[in-house]
């Protein structure tokens, strides 16, 4: 940026921003400024990503729960049908690889997500110490002729 370049962003009380372009219309609640100066563009670029991090970080987390919340009413769904009187042996059976299919997506889900990840931790990392992560080769010791 050599100072030329104009950048037009909107901004509101709270200090979400979005760019805008000067003749555009604004959401309810926003200003709309102008800068040329460089700083104030990397702070409003700054500003964006972190923005548009919360979000997606909001985003993923309720994904996450709308899916083990689906698990979860599964498996209610299940034992509920597996403690029916009216329960066949051979439905039974088949409730019971339902459920161990609903431990298999959730055991996949916390594998694939930072919030199983996080919840499966016992115990802080422990990262192996200088020296222990070496590896070893046999060279052959004969000559092959």
């Not at 972190?50 to 970080?57: L, V």
């Not at 709308?66 to 509920?80: M, P």
Request: glycine share 4%.
């Amino acid at each position: 940026m050599n100072g030329l370049e104009r950048l037009t962003y909107a901004e509101n009380e709270e200090g979400y921003v979005y760019l805008t372009q000067p003749g555009s219309l604004l959401k309810p609640g926003f200003h709309r400024f102008e800068t040329t100066i460089p700083s104030v563009m990397d702070s409003i670029f700054k500003k964006l990503a972190a923005q548009t991090k919360q979000e997606n970080e909001q985003l993923t987390y309720d994904l996450y729960l709308r899916r083990k919340h689906l698990i979860d009413q599964w498996r209610s769904d299940i034992r509920a049908r597996m403690g029916s009187a009216d329960c066949s042996a051979a439905e039974r059976d088949v409730l019971v690889a339902a459920l161990a299919a609903c431990d298999r997506r959730e055991e996949k889900l916390n594998r694939n997500s930072i919030y199983g990840v996080s919840a499966m931790e016992k115990s802080e990392a422990n990262p192996k110490a200088p020296g222990e992560n070496r590896v070893y080769s046999q060279v052959p010791t004969e000559t092959i002729q």
